[in-house]
């Protein structure tokens, strides 16, 4: 079984800064690459970015390249630096884990998703 926890989120104003947290726990087996995706209130589950595990191998939404980053750090978790944010990045953000994922951004190929996370960004 694997679970994934979210962390970091918050308010920001437009301009700022955050970094999201997911930790998981379980068999390492189970998942070799973590997205992240966002939902805001109406519109549909959004890749916002993509690593394999494998060979660290990134993938980003187009909306966000340039001003987010994913990163691996120690003890099963990844991170999200998220830097001039603007107000159309608010929306609920989640990871998500699988062993493979054939299409990165595609909300129905991964099999483990966290909670959510609560990304507001306003003046």
């Known amino acids: 079984q694997v679970q994934l926890v979210e962390s970091g989120g918050g308010l920001v104003q437009p301009g700022g800064s955050l970094k999201l947290s997911c930790t998981i726990s379980?068999?390492?087996?189970?998942?070799?690459?973590i997205a992240w995706f966002r939902q805001a209130p109406g519109k549909e589950r959004e890749g916002v970015s993509y690593i394999r595990l494998t060979d660290g191998h990134t993938e980003y939404g187009e909306s966000v390249k340039g001003r987010f980053t994913i990163s691996r750090g120690v003890k099963n978790t990844v991170y999200l630096d998220m830097v001039s944010l603007k107000p159309e990045d608010t929306a609920v953000y989640y990871c998500?884990?699988?062993?493979?994922?054939?299409?990165?951004?595609?909300?129905?190929?991964?099999?483990?998703w966290g909670q959510g996370t609560q990304v507001t960004v306003s003046s």
């Open positions: 379980g068999s390492l087996i189970d998942w070799h690459v």
């Open positions: 998500a884990a699988d062993a493979l994922a054939l299409t990165w951004n595609k909300p129905d190929d991964y099999d483990y």
